[in-house]
Every structure is written in C-alpha cells, then in structure tokens.
C-alpha cells in the first residue's frame, strides 16, 4: 500500500521560512513524479513543485525563487524549503506521487503565514 506523509507545516511570520517534508512508503523512484500541491481556503488545488523522474523540476509562478523541492531516494522523502514567505502562501500543502495509473496524495499540512 502506498503512503505519503507530510510533516513540517505550522504558522510563521511573513518573511519566514518553513520546511516541508513528505515520507514514502517506497522508493521515490518508483514514482514517475512526485511533488507538492496546495489549497487555500475557497480555491482550487493548485502546483508548487513537481520533481520528475528525468529531474526535471516545475515549480508554480507564484513560488519561483522562494522555494525548493528535493528529493532524498534513499531516505524515501521529498522536502519542500519554503523562503520569503506571504500571506498568500496560506494553505495546506499536500504530498503527491504519480504511479501510473494511480495518483498518490499526502494527508496534508497546515502552512500559516500571518503576523
């Protein structure tokens, strides 16, 4: 059975910086990609990064420059470094793996920017 268990969400001042990590119940490999989604409070789900097999690495516009997704194979984690954080970054940031034909997702973790 496949699980993704995220870690590392809480509340932090605009400016920030948090930490993201997702644990696999396998092999990151065995994932054609994995990465990070999230969702606000009334909005769609939407990118932050995705890591491709390939290493390939997609991150959302809104994100670019502030924060990093990388993936440790033999620890089975991706992590999600998180800078310059704003408000607007508020939202809870699920995990996901894409194994064909199936889509993996994380529980998810609450991220609160606010002062």
């Known amino acids: 059975q496949v699980q993704l268990v995220e870690s590392g969400g809480g509340w932090v001042q605009p400016g920030g910086s948090l930490r993201l990590s997702c644990a696999a119940s396998?092999?990151?490999?065995?994932?054609?990609?994995v990465g990070w989604y999230r969702q606000a409070p009334g909005k769609q789900r939407e990118l932050v990064a995705i890591n491709t097999n390939d290493n390939r690495t997609i991150y959302g516009n809104s994100v670019k420059g502030r924060f990093f997704i990388s993936r440790d194979n033999a620890k089975k984690t991706l992590d999600l470094q998180m800078n310059s954080l704003r408000p607007e970054d508020t939202a809870v940031y699920y995990c996901n793996g894409k194994l064909s034909p199936n889509d993996y997702w994380g529980q998810g973790t609450q991220v609160t920017v606010s002062s």
């Open positions: 396998l092999s990151m490999f065995s994932f054609y990609t």
